[in-house]
T-cell receptor, first 111, second 115 residues
Framework: QQQVKQSPQSLIVQKGGISIINCAYE??????FPWYQQFPGKGPALLIAIRPDVSEKKEGRFTISFNKSAKQFSLHIMDSQPGDSATYFCAASSAGNQFYFGTGTSLTVIP | DTGVSQNPRHKITKRGQNVTFRCDPI?????LYWYRQTLGQGPEFLTY????????KSRLLSDRFSAERPKGSFSTLEIQRTEQGDSAMYLC?????????????FGPGTRLTVL
């Protein structure tokens, strides 16, 4: 079964807008929640990650919001730029063992 | 370049043939992961190594798939008797296992096409 559920499947945002991608999980043993960015023909690249002992982490224009009780976490991209157009994956793992990825969100930022 | 490298980048083979892919991780990384990614999907975990020990293998992984990391450095993934359903991007990632950070760095992948 899908261990990490991601939505939406695709997202179109105007330049300067906020992009929001959501993920949900069931396994309470997960202790590491990264977000990856992938461009066509490339491997995923780590964007930002969070552990469940904090509710928010911000790095530049990228913020993860984490809700432990709801078992949900989301990625917010502020001031979205055309260069942010890519596919984004959330993931989860326990003790760095098997990583479970969401199905991805294709983001298009319109100039 | 000190990133993760994978070879070959592309492989086209006929159904029934065997193929082998190689991954060279970042030199000091002791963990190495293999994933498979099909179009429009997220990476699917196949297996991972810590040093030369294979610690976990996906239950979805067919017996036709085998991976090795003989000296705890590079790794190979072999697919025997390939099937058209094996067509996918095969990704390798490496990390340095330490608490609390376990950042994975991905290679560019090997795209396999089975005719």
């Amino acid at each position: 079964q899908q261990q990490v559920k991601q939505s939406p499947q695709s997202l179109i945002v105007q330049k300067g807008g906020i992009s929001i991608i959501n993920c949900a999980y069931e396994n309470t043993a997960f202790d590491y929640f990264p977000w990856y960015q992938q461009f066509p023909g490339k491997g995923p690249a780590l964007l930002i990650a969070i552990r469940p002992d904090v509710s928010e982490k911000k790095e530049g224009r990228f913020t993860i919001s984490f809700n432990k009780s709801a078992k949900q976490f989301s990625l917010h991209i502020m001031d979205s730029q055309p260069g942010d157009s890519a596919t984004y994956f959330c993931a989860a793992s326990s003790a760095g063992n098997q990583f479970y990825f969401g199905t991805g969100t294709s983001l298009t930022v319109i100039p | 370049d000190t990133g993760v490298s994978q070879n070959p980048r592309h492989k086209i083979t006929k159904r029934g043939q065997n193929v082998t892919f190689r991954c060279d991780p970042i030199s000091e990384h002791n963990r190495l992961y293999w994933y498979r990614q099909t179009l429009g999907q997220g990476p699917e975990f196949l297996t991972y190594f810590q040093n030369e020990a294979q610690l976990e293998k996906s239950r979805l992984l067919s017996d036709r798939f085998s991976a090795e990391r003989p000296k705890g450095s590079f790794s190979t993934l072999e697919i025997q008797r390939t099937e058209q359903g094996d067509s996918a991007m095969y990704l390798c990632a490496s990390s340095l296992a330490r608490d609390p950070v376990n950042e994975q760095f991905f290679g560019p992948g090997t795209r396999l096409t089975v005719l």
